[in-house]
């Protein structure tokens, strides 16, 4: 059955009330936070946003090929290179071809990485905590499965473009 697909907030409201245009601030705000919560923790020294959901996904499974981290952090793939190799610039991980497969490259923990671990957690536990602030357990599921489904869209979009640009020359 399609789903009745809303354009705006109100026939009479402003553009600048559409979901689009929302989620920039999101993101903006988003990146504001962790920004200010890395340097009032000291972990500005060593991580920029975007490296703790990586940390994260490497103290679950450690020295795994890029390819498992970009399905598990559902970031796209030139987004995860580039975080990974300011990562190792930074001395967190260290990025090797993989014995079993040439084509692969694995990405192993640091110790510095690995000696950041109690702090991120608390980081995270932190930045969850306000995220969360005021809202139910309801509201929080609700807010899980929206942004799921929004990566989702997005993600088939991206896909759709990949298909149509392959039979050109």
């Not at 290179?81 to 190792?88: P, S, V």
């Not at 509201?139 to 298909?163: N, P, S, W, Y």
């Amino acid at each position: 059955m399609p789903r009745k697909v809303r354009q705006s907030v109100a026939p009479e409201s402003s553009a600048l009330e559409d979901l689009p245009l929302y989620l920039p601030r999101l993101y903006y705000a988003f990146l504001g936070l962790v920004e200010r919560r890395l340097a009032s923790t000291g972990l500005d020294r060593h991580l920029g946003p975007g490296m703790g959901h990586v940390l994260l996904a490497l103290y679950e499974q450690d020295d795994c090929i890029i390819k498992d981290i970009g399905r598990r952090v559902q970031i796209a793939n030139a987004t995860l290179t580039g975080l990974l190799k300011k990562m190792e610039a930074a001395g967190l991980v260290e990025c090797r071809k993989c014995a079993e497969d040439g084509r692969a490259v694995r990405v192993r923990l640091t110790k510095l990485g690995r000696s950041l671990k109690p702090k991120l957690k608390a980081f995270h536990e932190g930045v969850t905590a306000t995220l969360q602030e005021g809202l139910s357990a309801e509201e929080i599921e609700r807010a899980h499965k929206l942004f799921t489904h929004l990566l989702h869209v997005m993600r088939q979009d991206e896909e759709k473009g990949r298909t149509k640009g392959k039979g050109r020359a």
